[in-house]
């Protein structure tokens, strides 16, 4: 793995073994505490961040590395010069990025250009190191994620196309409502039904949340506009009302279903307040696990 980018350029085996380090990494921290010395960070943000920004730059300099952190504005990628020049001048002076940003061809002109590993900490079109989080986390619990129906309500965004990927790669079922218009890609659905295909895995798509969510073991969702679209707001709102994980909905699942939302939420849109502070949430124990599968990918990346 030189880079990580994309849970598509990952097999099965990748992924498990990531999760495995994500578990070590977990169970005993220090063996760990001077795995990156010597290895230069750069953290560049086009987004505002809590959890991504944090888990990477903590989860660092635990590992014994040195984090740059680039705030959003500051680099101007694409403005001030092009992604070519940017990539090429960090990797004479890093060992690894990771970036937040818009465009997913940003990320991915960086891993081309550079000579250093990439990590993609958010782009309009994927989100892998939330999911590599949310997959432990899931393991955690559920243990067998093959085993579970595993359902997605709202936007067919960053979090739903990664969540396609890991689903559809690892052989699991997963089921996702939207409303009409907000499909997750079809390029996406497309790369993902042929992982399924391999894997004994499934793929349900729907515009009903009630079939989505019936008999469902874990309810997921995430904000209805994600950052870049706050103009939609108020028209999203509208179309997604009904894409909501309320107590009605949480109903028609199992009585040990798990509600996970990557967080930031926004409470009372496309999840309440009963919802997210029941104990069936485990949105905290899904950011927490955010810093140890930083720190594993990190390893796995840069470790000598
Ligand atoms: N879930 C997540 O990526 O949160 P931040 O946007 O706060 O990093
Ligand atoms: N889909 C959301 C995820 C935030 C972690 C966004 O891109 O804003």
């Avoid at 990771?98 to 250093?116: L, M």
Wanted: proline content about 3%; glycine content about 6%.
């Amino acid at each position: 793995m030189k880079h990580f980018t994309s849970l598509k350029h990952l097999s099965r085996k990748e992924i498990i073994n990531l999760l495995e380090i994500v578990s070590k990494v977990k169970k005993n921290p220090s063996a760990y505490k001077n795995k990156l010395k010597d290895k230069y960070i750069g953290l560049v943000f086009q987004k505002p961040s809590l959890r991504t920004k944090t888990s990477f730059y903590v989860g660092a300099l635990q590992l014994g590395a040195n984090v740059i952190y680039y705030a959003p504005g500051e680099v101007k990628i694409g403005e001030r010069e092009r992604i070519c020049d940017i990539a090429k001048t960090m990797s004479g002076y890093l060992d690894g990025i990771v970036v937040r940003t818009f465009s997913h061809k940003v990320i991915d002109e960086f891993a081309q250009y550079g000579s250093i590993a990439v990590i993609n900490a958010l782009s309009n079109l994927l989100h892998p190191s939330q999911v590599l989080g949310d997959l432990f986390t899931l393991i955690e619990l559920k243990k067998d994620i093959k085993k579970i129906k595993f359902t997605y309500v709202g936007d067919g965004n960053n979090v739903c196309h990664s969540l396609l990927y890991a689903f559809s790669i690892l052989g699991g079922n997963i089921c996702i409502a939207y409303p009409k218009g907000y499909s997750p890609k079809s390029e996406v659905l497309a790369e993902c039904k042929n992982f399924a295909k391999k894997s004994g895995g499934s793929i349900c798509l729907t515009n009903k949340p009630t079939i989505a969510a019936a008999d469902a073991d874990v309810l997921y969702t995430d904000v209805w506009s994600s950052m870049g679209r706050e103009k939609e707001q108020e028209q999203r709102k509208k179309v997604f009302k009904d894409f909501q994980i309320n107590d009605t909905l949480l109903k028609l699942a199992k009585s040990d279903c798990l509600v996970m939302h990557c967080l930031p939420a926004h409470r009372g849109q496309e999840i309440t307040d009963s919802v997210i502070d029941s104990k069936k949430s485990v949105v905290f124990l899904q950011a927490e696990n955010r810093l140890h599968s930083a720190k594993a990918i990190l390893l796995s990346l840069l470790e000598d």
